[in-house]
């Protein structure tokens, strides 16, 4: 099982940005900084200099007279907008040129038509300039051309087959990894120091319901990001299937309507076309975006009816678990990854209270099975309650070691307790908010956690795991601690229905971790119920 943190931080550590950029986030991250300034500091760099200024005379900002100079387009634009821009093309070399030239039309692709579309959403529908919404459009999948650098075919057959099958990328990222490469791009722009508004917004990870209750400017950008992502796969990567979720998401937002669609998507091919033209990008043969969109309109209402009866079968995708089976080295070639660089100290938190004393749930659910289940019944249905009346999601995310008692022959109690304060730790460290933990016999940790999908599940799950791998590998018993491993569930209720019960929910979780235990090594099993 691989450790994300350990990942990420190896990633983010081989890549540095141009100095010139690294200067400009600085001078960006100083709010005295002045036009002068920023100025000097591009004339070190005639090339991004000169892309600055053919994107800011291109049709993005409809600009009357031709700008000149960079004077001239700070007293134009503003300082704000061209520091933005500054930091969206100036990308390290290396990471661009570890990447096979085959796959860099689509990243471009993809990453103009977001970008463009975050903007215009951002003017049209949120009143705002959209300069932060461009630049997070544009960045959001530099973690993509890490993962296609760095682990080579192994991940590159998965993104070819997804491309080519037209499934979802980051769910397939998810399934395959535990983590999808929009984490490695926030990681990575946070390693970077880019603005925290850009990265908060691009790690947030919400269902549509959930985040349109947010109004902070984080979850507002994310709002915007999610919608231009839904667009860049709707007309660019001819995903038509994502229609129905774009317009809901869009009138949950901010009223969206298919009128309003179709006059944004009207003016944003020619848009994308005259930015990759200024930017000497070469990008794969263009659909027609207005006929893609007039195709899924017409496609409409079996699009709805498809996504109907197939909203509580995500598991039952031949084409989705085909594409899974050719990623099965992709977790040796990430292992090979980590063992060519340096061991990754991973912090985690200390408890020196035994496992669950601290925690009122935890003495509910020290005696029987029946007490146990008792105990997380209370839990779920309280949880559900508030689920049904927020609609969103319900998670029953249960976690424990396995095989404990030969633990304890082998090792003795001391180091066995302390391995299970740990496992509590990061359970209630990695939770997602308002999650309640229940520490429950054998060993185990149940957490009800609403508003967490079944990605989200099993990405906290994966998280655990790679912690807990972590601190066995740096703790001073490590040789007991290596054989230990651990069986995980994610048992997810995508709505609270008239017909949903908790016994349906703690019986498919105890039925997921029955089948991860049977795999006889660290394992998830997840259902949508």
């Known amino acids: 099982m691989i450790d994300y943190h350990s990942f990420s931080r190896r990633v983010t550590g081989l890549y540095r940005l141009p100095a010139v950029a690294m200067e400009a986030v600085e001078l960006t991250n100083d709010p005295e900084v002045d036009a002068e300034a920023l100025t000097r500091c591009l004339e070190k760099d005639p090339v991004l200099t000169a892309r600055v200024l053919r994107v800011v005379n291109s049709s993005l900002f409809g600009l009357r007279d031709a700008v000149h100079s960079l004077n001239q387009a700070i007293a134009l634009l503003g300082l704000r907008p061209l520091k933005l821009l500054i930091l969206g093309f100036s990308l390290p070399d290396a990471l661009l040129a570890k990447v096979n030239k085959d796959q860099l039309p689509w990243y471009w692709s993809t990453s103009l038509t977001r970008a463009?579309?975050?903007r215009q959403l951002s003017q049209e529908l949120w009143n705002d300039a959209g300069n932060e919404a461009f630049l997070a459009g544009l960045l959001q999948d530099i973690g993509l051309l890490a993962l296609l650098g760095e682990l080579g075919e192994s991940f590159g057959r998965l993104f070819g087959s997804v491309i080519e099958e037209r499934q979802d990328l980051a769910q397939a990222e998810v399934q395959a990894m535990g983590f999808d490469h929009r984490d490695l791009s926030a990681a990575m722009l946070d390693h970077w120091k880019f603005p925290r508004l850009l990265t908060s917004a691009i790690a947030i990870r919400e269902l549509p319901a959930r985040l349109a209750r947010f109004k902070s400017p984080e979850a507002e950008l994310a709002k915007i990001l999610h919608l231009a992502e839904l667009l860049a796969q709707l007309v660019?990567?001819?995903?038509?299937?994502?229609?129905?979720?774009?317009?809901?998401?869009?009138?949950?937002?901010?009223?969206?309507?298919?009128?309003?669609?179709?006059?944004?998507?009207?003016?944003?091919?020619?848009?994308?076309?005259?930015?990759?033209?200024?930017?000497?990008l070469e990008l794969p043969q263009q659909h027609n975006y207005r006929q893609v969109l007039d195709e899924a309109d017409a496609e409409w209402t079996g699009l709805v009816e498809e996504l109907s009866q197939n909203e509580h079968e995500a598991d039952d995708d031949p084409v989705f678990d085909e594409l899974l089976l050719e990623s099965q080295e992709l977790g040796d070639a990430m292992q090979?990854?980590?063992?060519?660089?340096?061991?990754?100290?991973?912090?985690?938190?200390?408890?020196?209270?035994?496992?669950?004393?601290?925690?009122?749930?935890?003495?509910a659910g020290k005696g029987s099975p029946a007490q146990e289940t008792d105990s997380l019944t209370e839990l779920v249905i309280r949880a559900a309650r508030s689920c049904r009346m927020q609609r969103a999601e319900l998670s029953l995310v249960i976690v424990e070691v396995d095989g404990y008692e030969q633990l304890l022959g082998s090792a003795g109690r001391s180091v066995a307790d302390?391995?299970?304060?740990?496992?509590?730790?990061?359970?209630?460290?990695?939770?997602?908010?308002?999650?309640e933990p229940l520490h429950a016999p054998n060993?185990?940790?149940?957490?009800?956690?609403?508003g967490c999908d079944r990605l989200a599940g099993i990405r906290m799950v994966q998280e655990i795991f790679g912690q807990m791998k972590s601190y066995a590998e740096q703790s001073d018993d490590r040789e007991l601690l290596r054989p230990v491993?651990?069986?995980?569930?994610?048992?997810?209720?995508?709505?609270?229905?008239?017909?949903?019960?908790?016994?349906?929910?703690?019986?498919?979780?105890?039925?997921?971790?029955?089948?991860?235990?049977?795999?006889?090594?660290?394992?998830?099993k997840s259902i949508e119920v």
């Not at 060993?443 to 609403?450: D, K, L, N, T």
């Not at 569930?489 to 089948?515: H, M, P, R």
């Open 336 to 363: 090979a990854f980590l063992a060519a660089g340096h061991p990754v100290e991973v912090p985690f938190p200390s408890e020196d209270e035994p496992p669950g004393q601290t925690d009122p749930q935890a003495s």
């Open 236 to 280: 660019g990567q001819r995903r038509i299937r994502v229609l129905p979720e774009l317009l809901d998401a869009g009138e949950l937002y901010r009223g969206m309507t298919k009128a309003k669609l179709f006059e944004l998507v009207g003016n944003l091919q020619p848009q994308v076309d005259q930015l990759a033209d200024v930017l000497s």
């Open 443 to 450: 060993h185990r940790f149940a957490m009800v956690a609403p």
């Open 485 to 524: 491993t651990y069986s995980a569930a994610v048992a997810t209720a995508a709505g609270i229905f008239k017909n949903f019960t908790t016994d349906t929910l703690i019986e498919s979780a105890q039925g997921c971790l029955g089948g991860a235990r049977a795999a006889a090594s660290t394992c998830v």
């Open 418 to 435: 302390q391995l299970v304060r740990i496992l509590s730790a990061h359970c209630r460290y990695l939770a997602p908010r308002g999650t």
């Open 116 to 118: 463009v579309a975050a």
